[in-house]
């Protein structure tokens, strides 16, 4: 089952999350959804919701990010 989550930072800092998760292969799908608002989307399997938290968490101590609701 594929889970979404949503997040909200600012516009330039789109491309350096996207690198930073890509370099976990195959953790998720992130995709733009508003890019000049800075509003990004990643979507997941349930089975790494854990291991996409925790690096979640840590890209959010190098850049500012705000986790929103759909």
Do not use: C, H, W
Not at 22 to 30: N, P, S
Request: no cysteine; hydrophobic share 40%; net charge negative.
């Amino acid at each position: 089952m594929s889970l979404k989550r949503r997040f909200k930072t600012e516009p330039p800092l789109l491309s350096k999350i996207k690198n930073l998760l890509e370099g976990y292969d195959g953790l998720t799908i992130m995709t733009a959804v508003e890019p000049k608002k800075g509003i990004f989307e990643l979507i997941f399997t349930e089975g790494l919701a854990a291991e996409l938290d925790s690096v979640i968490k840590g890209i959010g101590k190098e850049v500012p990010l705000d986790e929103i609701q759909p």
